[in-house]
């Protein structure tokens, strides 16, 4: 019954691989995010995402991708993966779209690229 | 930019004590929330409080919030070990949602 579930809950692959990460939410929350929390856990958005709307973060480099089949998963695409990718990935899910009663978070997916 | 920081970046408690963390942050928000993060686990949202409220509670948790100085802060009472997590303010300014970098709270049982 876990409320936001993502996975995989770790991930090791080589530079230039393409891989993804996948979230689901139960909640049926309007809106689902992805965020990278880098070794010193700063947070950084990188999208927020509902059936209406996608806000990119245009720091995020356009090889990451969300994809949303459908209102209660936004799963996240990265290609041609480089050292630097390497944190953790967190997926989130608000009932609003601008998160104004609280996110709900996953556990996160640590990704090392080697 | 709107990022939060907390102050301090770690704190280490004996149990039962009280734990204070404070966050500062740069231009005017709607409302500010806390989170808590255990090790290797996700976000836990604690409490928002708004930018027209001053001081909210819950539990055993305390927040301040003075927009005059742009800063809120997070009390702990009669803090357990269960506590150590690192905490996270996060500010919503209506157009941007910005986490802080965290404290890192350790209870000493």
Redesign the interface.
């Known amino acids: 019954d876990t409320a936001v579930s993502q996975t995989p809950k770790y991930l090791v692959t080589q530079m230039g691989n393409d891989k993804s990460i996948k979230c689901e939410q139960n909640l049926g929350h309007d809106t689902m995010y992805w965020y990278k929390q880098d070794s010193k856990k700063f947070l950084k958005i990188m999208f927020s995402y509902n059936n209406k709307e996608l806000i990119i973060n245009e720091t995020v480099p356009n090889r990451f991708s969300p994809k949303s089949p459908d209102k209660a998963h936004l799963n996240l695409h990265i290609n041609s993966l480089e050292l630097g990718d390497s944190a953790v990935y967190f997926c989130a899910s608000s009932q609003d779209f601008r998160g104004r009663v609280g996110y709900t978070f996953g556990s996160g997916t640590r990704l090392t690229v080697v | 930019s709107q990022?939060g920081e907390e102050d301090p970046q770690a704190l280490s408690i004996q149990e039962g004590e009280n734990a204070t963390m404070n966050c500062s942050y740069k231009t005017s928000i709607?409302?500010l929330?806390w989170?808590r993060?255990n090790s290797?686990?996700?976000?836990?949202?604690l409490i928002?409080i708004r930018s027209n409220e001053r001081e909210k509670h819950s539990g055993r948790l305390r927040v301040t919030l003075d927009t005059s100085k742009k800063s809120s802060s997070l009390l702990i009472t009669a803090s357990r070990a269960a506590d150590t997590a690192?905490y996270?303010c996060?500010t919503?300014t209506?157009n941007?949602?910005?986490?802080g970098?965290?404290t890192s709270l350790t209870v000493i049982p």
Do not use: W
Not at chain 2, 40 to 45: D, F, I, P, T
Not at chain 2, 96 to 99: H, S
């Open positions: 990022q709607n409302n929330q989170y993060q290797g686990r996700g976000l836990v949202h928002l690192s996270f996060a919503d209506g941007q949602f910005y986490f970098t965290g």
